[in-house]
């Protein structure tokens, strides 16, 4: 080979270097192009549901200027993007049906596959909505397996809060079918209410699900929405400056740490899991129940529980699962020394599927590692405890053995409430709403209120600006608002007396004021010891009814239960007349009507005797001879509110002052 002499090494340099820059113009103009390349927002992909007769809007981003064209269902709209780079078409609406393809062209071309045109809801509000089937698989094991309905779908959209103000688009998010696998993470109100709808009327339906559980509602509203709530608008003033937030965050007192080298029960020389650990010292105690109400007073920190448990040859190489109700705060489960479960909050249920081979015939050690940060700790009472193998099962309730593993430290009482951001006004507006304003919808599903109870009266104000700043976000009217009136809960009460989450269902029944609201209600779906009551088909159904009347204009349809509408004095008497009585107001139980509340100007309320007489209810007590004031199910649980139409439907709760 000839050498390269010193010239020719000069003239390769300099056409390297020509050839560089070269390289370098071309991938600045390919990446000015990719820039002015057409984007979509997350929710306009694959497999989205669009409102069917209805003006729909279709847009995005791309360069300044630039010329799109969107094709769909043998249509043709043309557009000019704007000087902020963004663009909207409006689509003629469109009748039921798919599913198509939408072609997008500027410099790139989009193709969009499995396109329904339907009926799209945006469900919203905190943990019930949330709520998905996974974590009620045993009670919707049936619906669940037989999942199959393409024609229904969810968006479903990850927790994110923004204090500063609107984002443009969510940061992920995919349209997802209702069938067996994919409907375990839908929610379970918005999916019955959906199947109801579309086994009805067979029209696709699109449910969109942006909740999150805890937020109040003031965290939905935008900031328009929220200037006439002083105290929340400056908050939200307050949080667009990042100094401040960042100072917030740093005065937060978190709670106490947990170190696991502490817990007493993983560092003995044989952990308390293990199946070669012999017991000692430890005390008994019973399963379901909470350790405060069984002797250990005030005591916050890490409780071992164990028993032997007896598995005959016939549950063994079966699909076997143990079943722990509710366990309040965190669990970890071991079965014979191994870890077989583990949960890290107290809501969901407690559902183990046990690997192969983790029972054996005989005893069996099973052993629970229970953490409790505040409050009660333990197993739920009145809950489900028993291990199922094929046909058989074991109750494991009753007698078991337990030892303190870790003491928690009293937190101060002088501690802070921590900042988070997604409990501030309007900060789940900006992040999980503000990005959908552009999607036509049929309407909303709302199911929040349990984090508002302590000032109805503000939460009654902060729904009717709910739903009067979201209809105006989406600029299509009064749509459909339709919510779900809060469920019994908490322990019962026997005397009369006054309750929050009672006044919150009143405000909830007076927010039917606005036009075109209709409120499910739920007083016999609660269970008094779960804030996330198990019976959600009902309540995604009673929503439907709503629907059905509201969106589908049926007005054969009996959407409610007998709903408080007016009353007068008849001597010492007061007569409570109903609307929605259906085919007649019923006895639920056929015994006397209960909860019913009588009182005179003192408001010193008193049981009642009642009985219907027609679409009526007839009221008194001879003890109080000049009645002023009536009240129905007035509890955190009412006892037996029995009051009903023929129609299966129960009354709401109500108080009333006779004017």
């Known amino acids: ?13 300099a056409s390297m270097r020509k050839y560089g820059i070269s390289i370098m113009i071309l991938f600045f103009l390919n990446m000015l192009r990719i820039d002015a390349q057409v984007s979509l927002p997350r929710l306009v992909r694959d497999s989205m549901v669009l409102q069917r007769d209805a003006r729909i809007t279709i847009w995005g981003w791309a360069s300044a200027g630039e010329k799109i064209k969107v094709r769909f269902n043998n249509m043709s709209y043309k557009t000019v993007t704007e000087k902020n780079g963004s663009w909207k078409v409006f689509m003629e609406p469109m009748q039921a049906g798919g599913p198509y393809e939408m072609h997008i062209d500027a410099t790139n071309h989009i193709l969009i596959k499995d396109i329904l045109l339907g009926d799209v809801w945006l469900c919203s509000g905190q943990s019930n909505m949330v709520h998905q089937m996974i974590l009620h698989r045993d009670r919707y094991e049936q619906d669940i397996a037989t999942a199959d309905y393409p024609q229904i779908r969810q968006f479903w959209i990850p927790t994110s809060a923004n204090l500063s103000g609107p984002e443009k688009d969510l940061p992920t998010g995919f349209w997802k079918t209702a069938n067996q696998q994919d409907v375990l993470q839908f929610s379970v109100v918005a999916f019955f209410f959906a199947r109801k709808l579309y086994n009805r ?9 942006a909740s999150v559980g805890g937020p109040p509602t003031q965290a939905w509203i935008s900031e328009d929405g929220l200037k006439e709530f002083p105290v929340m608008f400056n908050t939200l003033t307050l949080n667009k400056n990042a100094t401040y937030v960042d100072s917030m965050i740093k005065n937060n007192i978190p709670d106490q740490p947990v170190p696991v080298s502490n817990d007493k029960g993983l560092t003995s020389i044989v952990p308390w899991f293990d199946i070669k650990y012999s017991p000692k010292g430890w005390r008994r105690i019973n399963v379901p129940g909470y350790w405060e109400d069984q002797g250990v007073s005030d ?3 890490v409780i071992w529980y164990r028993k032997e448990i007896n598995i005959p040859s016939s549950m063994i190489g079966l699909p076997s699962k143990i079943v722990l109700g509710r366990i309040v705060d965190a669990d970890i489960v071991y079965l014979n020394g191994k870890p077989v479960g583990q949960t890290t909050y107290q809501y969901p249920q407690r559902r183990y599927w046990l690997p192969a081979g983790a029972l054996v015939a005989g005893k069996n050690v099973l052993v629970v590692r229970v953490t409790n940060n505040s409050g009660k700790g333990g197993f739920v009472p009145d809950k489900p405890y028993y291990i199922v193998a094929g046909r058989d099962s074991i109750d494991i309730k009753g007698d078991w053995e337990y030892k303190v593993g870790q003491v928690f430290l009293p937190l101060p009482s002088n501690r802070k409430t921590a900042f988070s951001a997604q409990n501030n006004p309007s900060a789940l507006y900006n992040a999980m709403v503000a990005p959908l304003t552009n999607y036509t919808i049929s309407g909303f599903l709302w199911y929040q209120g349990e984090s508002n109870t302590e000032n109805p009266k503000e939460y009654g104000a902060l729904m009717h600006a709910l739903i009067g700043d979201w209809r105006k976000k989406w600029g299509q009217g009064n749509i459909p608002f339709l919510f779900v009136q809060l469920p019994n809960f908490s322990d019962v009460r026997y005397i009369p007396e006054e309750s929050q989450w009672a006044a919150t269902r009143q405000v909830q029944l007076n927010t039917m004021s606005i036009p075109n609201t209709g409120m499910a209600v739920t007083i016999d779906l609660g269970e008094w010891n779960d804030i996330h009551p198990d019976r959600k088909k009902e309540i995604g159904e009673r929503l439907a009814l709503w629907a059905e009347k509201l969106k589908y204009a049926d007005t054969s349809v009996v959407v409610s239960g007998p709903l408080y509408q007016s009353s007068g004095i008849e001597g010492n008497k007061i ?7 259906g085919s007649g107001l019923i006895n639920r139980d056929g015994e006397e009507l209960s909860d019913f509340e009588i009182a005179g100007s003192d408001r010193k309320f008193v049981w009642a005797k009642a009985k219907i007489v027609g679409d009526d209810v007839i009221v008194w007590n001879d003890s109080v001879s000049s009645p002023l004031y009536v009240r129905y199910a007035w509890a955190d649980n009412p006892d037996d509110p029995n009051l009903y139409n023929k129609n299966g439907l129960p009354a709401s709760p109500f108080e009333s002052k006779i004017e």
């Open 1 to 13: 080979m000839k050498p390269v002499g010193g010239k020719d090494i000069l003239k390769t340099s």
């Open 201 to 209: 009327y067979h029209v696709p339906i699109g449910l969109i699900n």
């Open 299 to 301: 005591f916050d920190g």
């Open 575 to 581: 007569r409570v007349r109903f609307s929605s009585t």
